[in-house]
């Protein structure tokens, strides 16, 4: 126990040593987060807005009032008719145009927006919330409760998603590089002649990088919470339960692309090819994987943190139980231990 443990103190100093690499491992998160809390957002802020005046009276003032007061608005212009304001949207002076009824005042309907579709998903948000902010709520059917994110950040959405890619691409791509630089050195050679077994030298060499995706985590967590505003409504312990889980994957995930790379270069080709765009694309960080063409919504199946994601979201933002996400944590598992196994077989096979 003592050798692993030197193994250990070992591998540790070589990590905290490499300036570089710990300004990877702990300021690609930071920045990540600022990114998609601050910058990349589709909150709806500061839509630049025209309005037809032509039949503007003093309910259709106070109506908009409310537009210009609240935040997710700035009317930017005024047009005397509708075309003159779709012409002004065209040439890219607005994103959108709001012309009133005639009898808009009395039956609190009648309104037609002149919209910048060409990103639709971001349209039907800005007509959905001026519809809102213009009539108080009065034109709909039903009362809406929004569950879970009642301001409708993009935040909500996004930290669980980060978490997911940053612990997976850091785990496996600084596991495996870890590991084949041992191999181009000829040290690995060295270690395995050694008094401690093979499989304890590659535990070894992942205890670090298990500790620091720990770090990462609890990182990560405070900025969510202190800086995005971004609760922490289920319970803190399962949560790291989940998440150690998770970084176990990743590290058996970086073992098996150690033991297929032959440099340090291929190692991070391959979790480039292997993690990072189908992360990006097919875990539901970004798209909706219900709206994925079927074919994509299988291929997704097989994306680890597409359960990783999804439990986060259901134990930091619903708040719910583990009993709740153990379809996700069960498949998890069942990756983990299909990846470790596997890996372990071909690293035993490479030294016989």
Not at 147 to 159: C, G, R, T
Not at 164 to 177: P, R
């Amino acid at each position: 126990m003592n050798l692993f443990t030197s193994f250990v103190i070992k591998e540790s100093r070589h990590i905290l040593r490499d300036r570089r690499t710990m300004l990877i491992l702990f300021g690609m998160p930071i920045v990540l987060m600022l990114l998609f809390g601050f910058a990349i957002t589709n909150d709806v802020k500061n839509v630049r807005t025209i309005v037809v005046t032509s039949q503007m009276d003093h309910l259709t003032r106070q109506a908009v009032e409310r537009l210009a007061a609240s935040e997710y608005f700035d009317i930017t212009a005024t047009a005397s008719t509708a075309g003159e304001a779709e012409t002004l949207i065209r040439r890219q002076k607005a994103d959108l145009a709001i012309v009133f009824a005639s009898n808009f005042a009395s039956k609190k309907s009648g309104l037609q927006f002149i919209v910048d579709a060409s990103d639709p998903n971001m349209a039907q948000q800005w007509t959905a919330y001026a519809t809102q902010t213009l009539t108080g709520g009065q034109a709909q059917t039903a009362n809406t409760k929004m569950l879970y994110n009642p301001q409708m950040k993009s935040a909500y959405n996004f930290v669980p998603a980060i978490m997911g890619m940053l612990l997976m691409l850091i785990c496996a791509m600084m596991t495996s590089v870890s590991i084949v630089r041992e191999k181009e050195r000829g040290t690995m050679e060295v270690l395995l002649v050694s008094p401690v077994r093979p499989l304890m030298i590659i535990i070894a060499k992942a205890v670090p990088y298990l500790m620091l995706a720990l770090a990462i985590l609890v990182c990560i967590l405070l900025m969510a919470r202190y800086v995005l505003g971004v609760p922490l409504a289920g319970g803190i312990g399962w949560i790291f339960a989940v998440s150690g889980l998770y970084i176990l994957l990743a590290l058996s995930l970086g073992l098996l692309i150690s033991d297929i790379a032959s440099s340090q270069l291929m190692a991070l080709l391959l979790s480039a090819m292997v993690l990072l765009m189908p992360i990006v694309m097919l875990s539901g960080m970004l798209f909706p994987i219900e709206s994925m063409p079927e074919v994509l919504r299988w291929v997704s199946a097989v994306i680890p943190p597409r359960y990783y994601i999804e439990a986060m979201r259901k134990l930091m933002i619903m708040g719910v139980g583990i009993g709740d996400v153990m379809r996700e944590v069960t498949v998890l598992a069942g990756m983990t231990a299909l990846l470790l196994t596997v890996a372990l077989l071909k690293f035993n096979n490479r030294l016989e």
